[in-house]
């Protein structure tokens, strides 16, 4: 028997922190350092196409010194810490250094910048154009960029095109399981729970004791009415971490809908006694508030 309770259970998906793999905290410019001797080499391959695609001149223009890698490495390194400390005087900076052929390094750290500024919309757009304009570059490390772009449109509040910028990083990585799973957290906050279980399906393939995967297709199976499948995987995940908050709130939520008010009563009474203030203690407490 089913309580009914669907709109007063906590929210349907639970968003995971976006500090995740790359680096980006909610709100600040974090690490996002990318490979630089790779990100210069494409950025010079890229001027040489544009120099080789402009008309010949009468004289030929005069060739700057090149530079050393050690002084770009510490150029980045400069902008990128100021990037994530001062955000502003990273944007300026990046801006300065772009002028002087930074390149792609340069655009990177701009990009960072924005995102310390909470400017996200604009950095994920400049991250995909970094990306798309990468061709030179390792695919690896363009999957890289198109996933930082993904943080950027989380960090937006715009899930379906971060679905479209992981999915962007999947077709040069497509069987990259961090990269499934975050599309799969696009789609669940788009409200495509069909389509972030389908790539949670293929993340649990390659890895059945992925817990943080378990729960997410509990959830996406819970919004899409499948209670049995939803309960099979939060049981799973809490025997791989007893302990997960997440796994916990979800399986009161799941609980609650089958109509076991007890168990669910329970399981929110743990979240908000092993998290307090967290925002899943937060859900829990309102569920418990309005009584399951």
Known sequence: MRCGCRKRAAPIWQARAVASRSGVGRGHAAALALALPVLLQASAVAAEDRDSAAPLLSAPPATAPPRSAEADAA?????????????????????????????HPAEHCFAVALIGLRQYKEAAGRLESLGQ????????????????????????????????????????????????????????????????????????????????????????????DRLDPALDDITEALKLAPDSVPALLERGNIRALRGDAEGARLDWERVTAASPGSPEAVAAKKNLERGG
């Open 133 to 224: 304009s990468m061709v030179r570059a390792p695919e690896s490390l363009r999957a890289e960029v198109f996933d930082q772009a993904w943080q950027a449109w989380m960090l937006a509040g715009d899930p379906a095109r971060a679905y479209e910028a992981a999915g962007l990083a999947l077709r040069l990585r497509p069987h990259d399981t961090d990269l499934l799973l975050d599309r799969a957290e696009a789609a669940g906050a788009a409200g495509w729970y069909d389509k972030a279980a389908a790539d949670l399906d293929r993340v649990l393939e390659a890895d059945p004791s992925r817990a943080e995967a378990l729960i997410y297709r509990a959830a996406a199976n819970r919004a899409l």
């Open 75 to 103: 150029a980045y390194e400069r902008c990128m810490t100021l990037a994530r400390e001062k955000p502003e005087a990273g944007r300026k900076q990046a801006q300065e250094w772009d002028g002087q052929g930074g390149g």
